[in-house]
């Protein structure tokens, strides 16, 4: 019988410290910090990365839906052009002009509209993640001369799913840092302005 008392009182005792620790915590607990996430806020501002295709440069949109505690979504879009990569394709005959030689440059523009979850949306630093739908549309400029047909070449990707991570750092209720990983932005950095209440 002692020993079961005692242990109730240290299961006691270790439940009501856990739940002293849980609210000194400065990401798990109910409280709020001075700026956050907050809802009918808009998110806006430029993203500058690297990605598969080249470094990037674009811009970055969202509007908070929600800002209860694990149900903090938000909804936006990204645009975003790469610097691209070149191909050589090497030489072609022609009949009248002999051996030819040509090159190809993509460069892609992606547009994705985006859902995002955010973990600790009252905290400076909150960390979220999305889920987005992209398109991407590919230019091409043609160095030397191409075969008939490949001048001025450009094709579309079709849509894709994306995720990605990231983190924003609120600096004050009217501006933020951000940084994300994932896809189509490999890694990303930029800054928003806040608008709104």
């Known amino acids: 019988m002692k020993r079961l008392i005692i242990i109730l009182i240290i299961a006691l005792l270790s ?4 739940d002293a ?4 915590s400065t990401m798990f607990d109910d409280s709020r910090d001075a700026f956050g996430w907050q809802e009918g806020e808009f998110y806006i501002g430029p993203v500058l990365g690297a990605g ?6 674009g811009a970055d949109g969202e509007f908070a839906i929600t800002d209860k505690k694990w149900m903090a979504f938000g909804a936006g879009g990204t ?17 009248n002009k002999g051996w030819q030689e040509y090159s190809i440059h993509y460069f892609p523009i992606t547009i994705q509209a985006f859902a995002s979850w955010h ?17 991407n549309i590919w230019m091409t400029t043609t160095t030397g001369n191409a075969p008939l047909g490949w001048s001025d070449w450009a094709h579309s990707s079709g849509f894709g799913i994306n995720e990605q ?6 600096l004050s209720k009217t501006f933020a840092l951000r940084a994300v ?6 890694l990303g950095v930029g ?3 806040i608008i709104g209440d």
Do not use: E
Request: charged letters at 15%; aromatic letters at 26%; a positive charge.
């Open 79 to 95: 645009i975003a052009y790469h610097t691209g990569y070149s191909s050589n394709y090497g030489s072609w005959y022609d009949l």
């Open 119 to 135: 973990l600790f949306p009252h905290k400076k630093f909150d960390v979220f993640a999305r889920l987005g739908f992209g398109y």
């Open 191 to 193: 800054c928003d302005f």
């Open 21 to 24: 620790q849980r609210k000194k």
């Open 15 to 18: 439940v009501q410290f856990a």
């Open 165 to 170: 991570v990231g983190i924003r750092w609120y």
């Open 52 to 57: 598969w295709w080249g470094a990037i440069i």
């Open 181 to 186: 990983v994932g896809d189509p932005i490999t």
